[in-house]
């Protein structure tokens, strides 16, 4: 698998780290607890079939945290943006 970073253009995978899906919401700390909302997001992950979300970091390149979407059977990227553009 090959990422094109926005920064530095295609690269292999192993010059990224995952850094995990990049749909999760950390529940607000300022919010009463709420020990199934913090269980959730700590430990129950969804497995889709199609398109996924997910953070890459370039983290032997520009450093920089990416949005990678990709369908996880295959492997194929459909689009990568900065996670803060
Ligand atoms: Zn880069």
Redesign the pocket.
């Known amino acids: 698998m090959r990422l094109t970073?926005?920064?530095?253009?295609e690269?292999p995978h192993d010059?990224f780290a995952y850094r995990g899906d990049a749909t999760l919401r950390r529940p607000d700390p300022a919010a009463p607890a709420d020990p199934e909302a913090e269980h959730s997001f700590v430990y129950l992950r969804d497995n889709p079939v199609a398109g996924h979300r997910e953070h890459w970091l370039?983290a032997f390149?520009?450093?920089?945290l990416?949005v990678v979407t990709r369908d996880p059977a295959t492997h194929a990227i459909r689009s990568i943006e900065l996670a803060a553009p």
């Open positions: 970073c926005p920064h530095c253009g690269r010059e370039h390149g520009c450093r920089t990416l």
